[in-house]
């Protein structure tokens, strides 16, 4: 473990954004120090392992889809709002098939070909490229060209995310990059100037028994703690007992430091002072996702943006005939059509209905929902639908009766179904909006529901993470000083820093985004200390 070592750049967090800036730097010749709270790969590792990517990359050409960079933008303005300048999106399209070259530069893998023929949220191993957000749904459908940018890391299962950091990992390891595992950073260093020269932190000895336990207990409740944070609540509780205790102090400087922790799900008082209303969601990411990077920036000087935007993922499909049924609030009111992306219908169900509805089908839909459990969904999604079609559902004859059994405003209810049954017979089509091919008649009793609030089960949540940061200065990823300019040798990326998907979140624009900010940030903080460009689309 360094203590007093000198490098020429620092990276607190090492996720998809700290890799990337870690890699980068070292690509120019820098003296790299990492620093995780864990063993690294943090909510990378356990994501899905999607990179939201277009304007033609190969794997869509390979598919035979066209897009264009001011596709992807056009789409994209819809859903990054002002988070973002006009330059710097245009810019990440721009580089977006190049991001998927540097990745695959890093060993990553990717597979093009065709899409599924169904909406889903997360592809089975037959695909791994899709329509990962709203390109096809209203009212994003009519800004812009449809085309599939999810770009799926090639591995089975759910292992896409812990593959995408194994890769970036080796990557950085092979570059000569010092990783120090189970290390918090709790201060920075300046000098006379102001300018940020260092850091302070504590880590327990890597070749201790206490890393071992702790080390043990973290990969024993990361993927649970995701899903069912109750269930590993006390082993959690002793693994931070475990680490407080055995870790010792240490320090390093070098020329710049780079901010890249992740968000602030796992700061209960944060969450409960900037985004209330999120506080029964299960936190998506590791414990390390406190918010310990912001406050970092934030001592120094810096300011924080976008901090109330929360994205909280109640995702219906797959199958996909659960987006058939109609979405309700506790008045009978439509939340939105069914067929947005999970965290765009779940914003809504947060943010307009107090994080309480129900999904209701009729008894045609519930019947197909079951046909294609085979064909649409992983084992892990297996699990939930066990749930679902045992404990967690409602079956009444009528729509009053499965109103009065979910205590929903029955005649709310009962108008919601009747202007969407005169939509669909009518031919105008679902008031909503929702496409024409997931829109049944929903005339055949009895009846089914579930609940989809936020607090409706322990097995079936809706996980989160935070989506705001550090503001930081968009071309060079330097953080904001709150009385002007910058913190000279500070940087942020990530889930740190305001970014791309700080207004609006879709399935991979977060890891895009962190690899971008990553890249970015260390780019210029190379150039700055005098090391020579690598990558011309980094710059």
């Known amino acids: 473990m360094p203590t007093g070592g000198d490098y020429d750049l620092i990276v607190v967090g090492f996720g998809a954004a700290g890799a990337a800036a870690a890699i980068e730097a070292a690509d120019r010749g820098a003296r790299v120090l990492v620093l995780d709270r864990g063993h690294g790969g943090g909510a990378t590792a356990l994501s899905g392992g999607i990179i939201y990517a277009g304007a033609g990359t190969p794997e869509q050409r390979a598919g035979g889809y066209e897009d264009s960079v001011e596709e992807m933008r056009a789409y994209l303005r819809a859903e990054v709002g002002d988070a973002v300048s006009d330059e710097t999106l245009t810019r990440f399209c721009e580089q977006s098939p190049a991001m998927i070259e540097w990745l695959k530069a890093q060993g990553v893998e990717f597979r093009g070909g065709p899409v ?56 950085a390891r092979s570059k000569g990059v010092e990783i120090v595992p189970l290390a918090r950073v709790h201060d920075l260093i300046k000098d006379d100037q102001g300018r940020v020269t260092g850091i302070r932190y504590r880590a327990v000895p890597t070749d201790s028994a206490a890393a071992r336990k702790y080390s043990t207990l973290t990969k024993l409740t990361g993927k649970v703690g995701t899903w069912l944070p109750g269930v590993v609540k006390g082993a959690v509780a002793r693994a931070e007992e475990i680490w407080t205790e055995a870790a010792v102090p240490g320090h390093a400087h070098a020329g710049a430091v780079v901010l890249a922790a992740g968000g602030f799900v796992y700061n209960r008082e944060w969450m409960q002072e900037f985004a209330p209303q999120f506080m029964k969601i299960s936190p998506l990411g590791t414990p390390g996702d406190d918010g310990g990077g912001i406050a970092l920036g934030l001592a120094a000087g810096g300011t924080a943006d976008k901090m109330g935007n929360v994205t909280a993922w109640r995702f219906l499909a797959p199958p996909s005939a659960f987006l058939e049924g109609l979405t309700v609030g506790a008045d009978g009111r439509r939340i939105a059509n069914e067929d947005l992306y999970g965290a765009t219908h779940g914003n ?192």
């Open 116 to 171: 599924s023929s169904y909406k889903t949220s997360y592809p089975t191993d037959d695909f791994y490229l899709y329509y990962s957000g709203n390109e096809k749904a209203h009212p994003y459908g009519g800004y812009a060209r449809p085309a599939p940018r999810g770009h799926r890391v090639l591995a089975p299962g759910m292992s896409s995310g812990r593959v995408l950091f194994e890769h970036l990992h080796r990557s």
């Open 348 to 539: 809504v169900l947060m943010r307009e209905f107090g994080g309480r509805g129900w999904a209701i089908y009729d008894a045609s839909t519930w019947k197909k929902v079951r046909r294609q459990i085979r064909g649409q969904t992983h084992v892990f999604q297996r699990l939930q639908l066990l749930y679902l079609f045992t404990l967690g559902h409602k079956k009444a004859a009528t729509i009053e009766g499965i109103a009065a059994q979910n205590g929903i405003d029955p005649a709310g209810l009962r108008r919601t179904f009747d202007e969407y049954r005169s939509g669909i017979t009518s031919g105008a089509g679902d008031p909503a909006h929702k496409t024409s091919e997931l829109c049944p008649p929903m005339q055949t009793g009895p009846f089914y529901s579930i609940n989809i609030s936020a607090d409706s089960s322990m097995f079936f949540p809706i996980p989160g993470l935070t989506l705001g940061g550090l503001v930081v200065d968009e071309n060079t990823g330097e953080v904001v000083h709150r009385d002007g300019g910058v913190v000279p040798g500070l940087y942020a990326a990530g889930r740190n820093a305001v970014g791309i998907c700080s207004n609006s979140y879709v399935s991979g624009l977060s890891l895009s985004d962190c690899i971008f900010s990553g890249r970015r940030a260390a780019a210029h903080a190379a150039q700055r200390l005098g090391f020579g460009s690598v990558h011309r689309d980094a710059d």
